[in-house]
């Protein structure tokens, strides 16, 4: 079974400073693991996803996570965020061939001008 | 391409009523799936389907049915609406050979729905 837990429900950062969001995974398998992005009142989309290639992952919009096997964390950075970045972020995890994905709570993200 | 559609986009219904929430996919994806979200939850995965004529059950099916006579469309039933399912509803696909690795799903913009 595949399980993740979103460490911080909310995060609120200045505009400009680096973004940390966390996210520590469990799996039976070698997972596949994905950050989806949902702004306000749309649906989810894909920021980034990790396949057992690389170890540090690079996403649209300057997102990039890495995949820290020893430590079952894939936490997503940015190092420099926009008001644009305000959204709900949800850390999933899946085993491979597999189509159920499972989902974090979600963080918050609010940006201050 | 407009990916993942869905409507309505809000209702609100009364307990005991019906209704269906449709969505399409114009992505050609073989896998389809309906997720509801709870405020403060991740998406819970009620339904789903691998192809035209097959559907099973995901996390969360009781009080829901769905069918999928074609690639494109996967709409799903609430028989008799209760204030359980007041919910944001999520319909998403994938295309999911069978040796592909991993899962990557697009999502449709959501039915927000209230029932009273």
């Known amino acids: 079974a595949q399980s993740v837990t979103q460490l911080d429900s909310h995060v609120s950062v200045s505009e400009g400073t680096p973004v940390l969001l966390r996210c520590n995974y469990s799996?039976?398998?070698?997972?596949?693991l994905f950050w989806y992005v949902q702004h306000p009142n749309k649906g989810l989309q894909l920021l980034l996803k990790?396949?057992?290639?690389?170890?540090l992952v690079k996403g649209i919009n300057g997102f990039e996570a890495e995949f820290k096997k020893s430590e079952t964390s894939f936490h997503l950075t940015k190092p420099s965020a926009h008001m644009s970045d305000a959204a709900e972020y949800f850390c999933?995890?899946?085993?491979?061939?597999?189509?159920?994905?499972?989902f974090g709570a979600g963080t918050t993200v609010t940006v201050r001008a | 391409n407009a990916g993942v559609t869905q409507t309505p986009k809000f209702r609100i219904l009364k307990i005991g009523q019906s209704m269906t929430l449709q969505c399409t996919q114009d992505m050609n994806h073989n896998y389809m799936y309906w997720y509801r979200q709870d405020p403060g939850m991740g998406l819970k995965l009620i339904y789903y389907s691998v192809g035209a004529g097959i559907t099973d059950k995901g996390e969360v099916p009781n009080g829901y049915n769905v069918s999928r006579s074609t690639t494109e469309d996967f709409p799903l039933r609430l028989e008799l609406a209760a204030p359980s399912q007041t919910s944001v509803y999520f319909c998403a696909s994938s295309y999911t050979p069978r040796d592909k690795a991993y899962n990557e799903q697009f999502f449709g913009p959501g039915t927000r729905l209230t029932v009273l």
């Open positions: 999933v995890v899946s085993a491979p061939n597999d189509y159920k994905l499972s």
């Open positions: 799996s039976s398998y070698s997972p596949s």
């Open positions: 990790y396949t057992s290639a690389a170890t």
